[in-house]
């Protein structure tokens, strides 16, 4: 009579083991894998299941992935847990860009999968996130949010799974199969500007009126530079012999949750300086601006003062600036009636800036550099509006050049 005897395992093809429990014979696999710190192995012991045939699957599933090196270690950490206590710490942005991960993270994501376990995350789980949160989202309760903010929602969850996976915490990212809404979905909202003569009426309406921030006014319209840039704006930053502005810092404002709100001053959107040349009008402008603040206060005129301080020299506040806007065009309305331009919102003279330069004629690569644009393509994208009419002058000019008419 010959007896077969059981095939043992070699050391690297792990083991299968019976044991007992009060609901009856469970099974336990074991294996080794690489030791956290890259010296050696360890091994792993993963308990509970209820035939040989599925420890012997997940086992072989197990095995694969550490010859592949894509083995992730069993954890019950929550997505949750990750997101607030090690990913979002862990980051180093913007103080303006860091809140508001904090602030979505908080109000969109957690509350709706952050007790779902990281490793058990898919990305049919996120597509039904987004779903819902552009049906239902919004806090107060008022309907869903926008496309473009849940595409953002989807931005930021998919670089914090990216770096689960580059920690080894997960084998792939599912936020590379969930769906969230397209980029032509998500894009911005139609923009709103004035043409050349309705900026021409409200700034010589703000200069008859004395508006305060008239000057405010003036140079945003001139030189399109953003809010916060124009709010930063030092006095040594402005060359009057050469007529040029120096852009090198901005103003935001940064929302803490619980702690109030600061005005952080750090450079500029994009990260870098950029100098924008200012027409002679403008510079005038400016000048009878320094004056008058140096009638107030000598301080408020030094080469280290801000262009466009609030009353006690401070840094104006983004939203107040904002609305002060607001009620200027409000007040112009009322001046001029039928003439009065239509209400826009602070950032749109930035624009009606770049709009009436691109339709002038003006090379759009002078326009990016302008704006502060990391790249021209951005600024065709946003202004795209504005090409069919550059289409038809471009068109009209080559037939001149052509025929002689």
């Known amino acids: 009579m010959t007896i077969s005897k059981r095939k043992r395992r070699s050391a690297g093809d792990g083991g299968i083991s019976p044991y007992q429990t009060k609901s009856g014979e469970r099974f336990l696999i074991k294996y080794r894998v690489p030791a956290p710190d890259g010296i050696g192995t360890k091994q792993v012991l993963r308990r509970g299941y209820t035939s040989q045939k599925a420890a012997a699957a997940a086992l072989r599933e197990a095995l694969v992935e550490v010859g592949k090196g894509t083995y992730v270690a069993p954890t019950k950490l929550t997505l949750g847990e990750y997101l607030t206590e090690t990913w979002l710490p862990a980051l180093r942005l913007k103080p303006s860009t860091e809140a508001s991960y904090r602030k979505n993270v908080r109000l969109h994501v957690v509350p709706h999968i952050g007790g779902v376990a990281l490793a058990g995350l898919t990305g049919q789980r996120l597509t039904a996130l987004y779903r819902k949160l552009e049906s239902e989202g919004r806090v107060d309760g008022a309907g869903g949010l926008s496309a473009r903010t849940v595409r953002y929602i989807h931005t930021i969850v998919h670089r914090a799974l990216r770096d689960a996976v580059d920690d080894g915490l997960l084998a792939a990212n599912p ?117 008058s603040l140096a009638e107030l206060d000598l301080r408020l005129a030094r080469d280290e003062a801000l262009v466009l301080p609030s009353r006690n020299g401070d840094v104006r506040h983004p939203e107040r600036f904002s609305r002060s806007f607001a009620a200027s065009i409000a007040r112009a309305g009322k001046a001029l009636g039928d003439q009065a331009p239509p209400a826009i919102r602070l950032h749109d003279l930035r624009h009606t800036h770049a709009t009436i330069l691109l339709l002038a004629g003006e090379h759009p690569k002078v326009v990016q550099e302008r704006l502060g644009h990391a790249t021209i393509s951005i600024t065709l994208d946003v202004y795209s509006h504005v090409i069919p009419t550059m289409q038809r002058e471009a068109a009209a000019r080559f037939a001149e050049a052509v025929y002689g008419s």
């Open 175 to 291: 936020a590379d199969k969930a769906k969230p809404p397209t980029n032509a979905q998500a894009k911005s909202p139609e923009l709103r500007y004035w043409t050349a003569a309705q900026l021409a009426a409200f700034l010589q309406w703000a200069r008859r009126d004395e508006d305060e921030l008239f000057p405010a006014w003036q140079l945003l319209a001139m030189t399109g530079m953003r809010r916060g840039e124009a709010l930063g704006l030092r006095w040594s930053d402005l060359d009057v012999t050469a007529a040029r502005v120096a852009i090198r810092r901005s103003a935001v404002l940064v929302k803490h949750h619980g702690e109030g709100e600061t005005i952080e001053i750090g450079p500029p959107k994009n990260g870098r300086a950029r100098v924008v040349d200012v027409d002679p009008r403008t510079v005038a402008v400016l000048r009878t601006h320094r004056a």
